[in-house]
């Protein structure tokens, strides 16, 4: 073990005595995080919690590398981490349990507000008003999420963020960079389970970081099981570290630093992070460290036990060689501290641990305790003068007797004395149900706030800006209007970076970002590999590090790949960590119209449904996509811009204020008026609904067009409900499946906005077959919705209104 303690970039000759004191601090700290796991998983069986997964027999291994967590340093991690999280001074035992019984209040649960299952840690990057903060001057965690393996794309734009920091000539002496990096000096620490490294996104990521040569470290917790299932049958060779041997570096070749150590040797753990740290933070190595031989005392998680796929021997072995019980024969073998020391050392973490849960339950429970409090004191009197009263004693009974109570108890009863009452008038009642009033939607408001931004900053809050014309506009390709607007904003925003497929050398296969990568460099504009997961991950870790990253998906077919990403974390980045966190990544494709069953796919339905949290704009053309570009970048919000693939080369005129204009997000366009049928549509589907509408006119109908631009959010003035008083016939129009994204809009005209009180004819939706999109253009004809699909939809609703003046056509 080195003789060292680093502290930022100093490193100190420790005493003796300090030494030995270091050690027996770490050792405490281990019983205290065992303790914590045991009497946690007390509470779930118990029935005080709902579930519970502990990091008990990752102890020793997690102090060692909470050592070389630095300031400024970010960690993107599983929920095995309590260990590392408590040495590292970002939680408390007594936030640990808060975390646990879900107390909704983000001073004694700052990860989650209640929000996430217990051990998801998450520090807190932003300021009240919705700033960073000085992320250099905090140890800091992305917020964490379930989902096996999820956690390593977002590592990889992590660590990617300090190479950045480092070695951008645009970044070069920007005041504000100072609140993100020291100089790119900062480690981005991954942890996960051995049987998650089968997941793909895990090789995707390593491969990536190999690659790109990044600061980061990944540990890997290998406990030689999978739930129940053992590493032979999860990992080549049972051993990943073996299985990576030709990510190896070489003296020729770049790659990772490999480095396998026991889970149980505290020493070699010491001196095993030292190094990797070392090599991580000042060469931008990435390292792997294979942490072999952990221990799982209590199995996987509450939800069953570990004595059902354990042989006798295995766990006999994991008594043996628990790493607390490693540490305690190190420490008496090396001298430092007698038998009965650390009998007591033990004996005391058993009871900072009970103290802990104690404060913790009692914090949680009191507001609750208030509320019932007040609810039973209001429902009293109003039971009592009920005719129902013997009905309702019971209730008010078992209320008043939980000692224990959650909100749910309360509204529970509130509710039945409010519906058992509902003909019985009083000042009683009426003062009960005021109260009810505000306090269910207080609680509410726990539970439904940061979804989106709140703050000023939120890109909802920024306004249009109209593209001006000179008299005589200059006309160009939609794809050369873009690319200028993107040159704008790479020459006036240091902080955006533009990555994706074939995004750089060729400037994108539809030529918008041409010959951009040769003007501001290849760390401004790059070419990734075919790894859309990863490519997603970068986006989202640069962005919550201070960078404005722009991440395209080449075809909006293959968010498949990155759905999963985009869903359980971007998405829900700001909700998880109770606005505690963002990353305003933009993430740009393009999609709809092309021949084929692999290129054509509009899976609107399964994207909105799959991304709330994250805007979605739906441009008709290049001038309105580089407009949402503007405005996405003027907000603190991440958002997906899908790009109308056969709009590349269409003519448009070239406005005067390229890079400034901006297109109101939510904010419909109503691109023709009309006084017969509302036609709602979006993206490429609004060229071929006005000429449609042209055809129609000829036959004496009149069509109103309403682009409703973004989908996410969706007409918030609620707009196209005017329409509808107007015309009082409506078709939606989409390239979806059959009621993907048409049923949305529907649901928001017709429900929210409450436009089927205005309808004189049932509403139409005209979407697209059921099957992909065949290849040719008789494919694409017969597939997806043609101007004369919705010729026909239009006049079959005036057929049906007066079928004298507009009969059967076929």
């Known amino acids: 073990m080195a003789n060292t303690k680093n502290e930022g970039a100093e490193v100190e000759e420790l005493t003796q005595q300090e030494l030995k004191e270091e050690i027996l601090a770490d050792f405490k700290l281990a019983n205290e995080s065992r303790e914590a796991s045991l009497l946690g998983r007390r509470e779930v069986l118990t029935g005080k919690a709902k579930f519970g997964i502990f990091g008990d027999g990752k102890e020793i291994a997690q102090i060692a590398l909470a050592k070389q967590f630095q300031e400024g340093d970010f960690r993107s991690g599983y929920y095995r981490d309590q260990t590392w999280m408590l040495a590292a001074g970002i939680i408390t035992l007594e936030s640990f349990y808060a975390q646990l019984y879900a107390h909704a209040d983000i001073e004694f649960d700052p990860a989650s507000g209640g929000r996430q299952m217990n051990a998801h840690f998450s520090t807190r990057s932003l300021n009240e008003d919705g700033t960073w903060k000085d992320l250099t001057a905090q140890k800091n965690t992305s917020t964490d999420i379930s989902p096996t393996a999820g956690q390593m794309s977002r590592l990889l734009g992590l660590a990617q963020a300090s190479k950045v920091y480092r070695e951008s000539g645009a970044l070069k002496d920007v005041e504000w960079t100072s609140k993100f990096s020291k100089n790119g000096q900062e480690i981005a620490f991954g942890s996960i389970g051995d049987a998650s490294t089968s997941e793909g996104v895990f090789w995707e990521t390593l491969n990536a970081a190999g690659v790109l040569q990044v600061p980061m470290v990944m540990s890997v917790w290998d406990d030689g099981y999978g739930i129940s299932v053992e590493k032979k049958y999860q990992t080549i060779k049972e051993s990943i570290s073996e299985a990576l041997k030709g990510f190896q570096r070489t003296d020729d070749a770049q790659g990772f630093e490999m480095l396998n150590v026991k889970a149980w040797d505290y020493a070699n753990l010491c001196l095993t992070y030292e190094k990797a740290a070392e090599i991580a933070r000042e060469k931008h190595i990435p390292v792997l460290v294979h942490v072999e031989e952990v221990t799982q005392p209590q199995g996987h998680s509450t939800s069953g036990s570990h004595e059902r796929y354990k042989s006798k021997d295995r766990l006999d072995w994991e008594k043996e060689y628990d790493g607390i019980a490693q540490m305690r024969n190190w420490i008496l073998k090396k001298e430092l501290a007698t038998e009965e020391e650390l009998d007591q050392i033990q004996k005391d973490a058993k009871k900072r641990a009970r103290d802990a849960k104690k404060t913790a339950l009692q914090e949680f429970l009191k507001p609750i305790k208030a509320e019932k409090a007040e609810a039973m004191k209001l429902m ?431």
């Open 380 to 810: 009293e009197p109003v039971v009592a003068a009920s005719a129902n009263k013997a009905f309702l004693n019971k209730d008010i009974k078992e209320l008043s007797d939980n000692k224990e109570p959650l909100r749910k108890d309360i509204m529970v009863v509130v509710k039945k004395v409010l519906r058992s009452t509902r003909n019985e008038q009083s000042n009683e009642r009426d003062q009960l149900l005021n109260w009810f009033r505000n306090y269910d939607q207080t609680s509410k408001d726990r539970y439904d706030k940061h979804l989106h931004s709140e703050s000023d900053l939120s890109a909802t809050n920024v306004k249009t800006v109209h593209a001006t014309y000179p008299s005589e506009p200059e006309m160009k390709d939609g794809r050369e209007i873009l690319r200028d607007n993107f040159d704008y904003i790479l020459k006036n925003r240091p902080e955006v970076l533009i990555f994706g497929e074939d995004s750089g050398k060729i400037g994108g296969v539809n030529q918008g970002l041409e010959g951009l990568q040769e003007k501001y460099g290849v760390d401004r504009v790059s070419d990734t590999g075919i790894r859309e997961n990863t490519i997603i991950g970068q986006g989202i870790g640069m962005a919550m590090r201070g960078l404005r990253p722009i991440a395209e998906i080449q075809y909006l077919d293959y968010l498949h790949y990155c759905i999963q990403v985009l869903s359980d974390d971007l998405a829900t980045l700001r909700y998880r960590s109770a606005g505690g966190q963002k990353a305003p990544l933009i993430v740009r494709t393009r999609g709809h119209r092309l021949e084929g069953i692999w290129h054509s796919g509009s899976p609107m339905g399964m994207i909105i449904n799959s991304v709330r949290g994250i805007h979605v704009c739906t441009p008709r053309n290049m001038v309105q996509a580089a407009g949402m570009y503007n405005t996405l970048l003027e907000g603190d919000e991440p958002g997906i811009v899908i790009e109308s693939l056969n709009g590349y080369r269409i003519k448009e005129a070239v406005p005067e204020n390229v890079g400034e204009f901006k297109v109101e997000l939510g904010k419909i366009d109503v691109v023709k008026e009309g006084e017969d049928v509302t036609v709602v549509t979006y993206g490429s589907m609004v060229r071929m609904a006005e000429e449609a509408a042209k055809i129609l006119a000829e036959a004496g109908i009149s069509v109103e067009v309403v682009d409703v631009q973004t989908l996410l959010p969706f007409d918030l003035n609620h707009e196209t409900v005017q329409s509808l008083q107007k015309t009082n016939r409506v078709v939606f129009v989409d390239e979806d499946v059959p009621g993907g994204a048409s049923a949305y809009m529907m649901q928001q005209v017709l429900a929210e906005q409450g436009g089927y009180y205005h309808l004189d004819s049932e509403p139409v939706t005209l979407t697209a077959k059921a099957h992909r999109p065949a290849y040719g253009s008789d494919g694409d004809y017969f597939s997806k919705p043609s101007i004369d699909d919705i010729y026909d939809a239009v006049y079959n609703l005036m057929h049906e209104f007066n079928p004298a003046e507009y009969p059967t056509i076929y």
